[in-house]
């Protein structure tokens, strides 16, 4: 079992950036995959970005290039690195694990309850 805790949410304005981080305890050595995800509100959760052991990396839609995921695993932590954030970058961030070398979203079975992000104009 993983167990994920997120924080770094707060208010910023828009233009500036933002460092989530999301801590990483339990059964650490079944990760392969770790994610961020988000849900604003009224609107479906959706991929930010995803990592595997390996390396490998997929971006949600529009979001590369501003969003970055990194994992220190010495640390036990994976961070997302948001710049030149929008307001429709409001929203809750989830950070998730799975076991699976997989950008599939249902192959993703360990959820942090989320930090929010408010991004003023």
């Known amino acids: 079992q993983v167990q994920l805790v997120e924080s770094g949410g707060g208010l910023v304005q828009a233009g500036n950036s933002l460092r989530l981080s999301c801590a990483v305890s339990?059964?650490?050595?079944?990760?392969?995959?770790m994610a961020w995800y988000r849900q604003a509100p009224g609107k479906q959760r959706e991929l930010v970005v995803a990592?595997?052991?390996?390396?490998?990396?997929m971006y949600g839609d529009t979001l590369r290039g501003r969003f970055t995921i990194s994992r220190d695993n010495a640390k036990n932590m994976v961070y997302l690195q948001m710049n030149s954030l929008k307001p429709e970058d409001t929203a809750v961030y989830y950070c998730?694990?799975?076991?699976?070398?997989?950008?599939?979203?249902?192959?993703?079975?360990?959820w942090g309850q989320g930090t929010q992000v408010t991004v003023a104009s």
């Open positions: 339990g059964s650490i050595d079944s990760i392969n995959t």
């Open positions: 998730a694990a799975s076991g699976q070398s997989s950008f599939r979203r249902s192959d993703f079975d360990s």
């Open positions: 990592s595997t052991r390996v390396g490998s990396t």
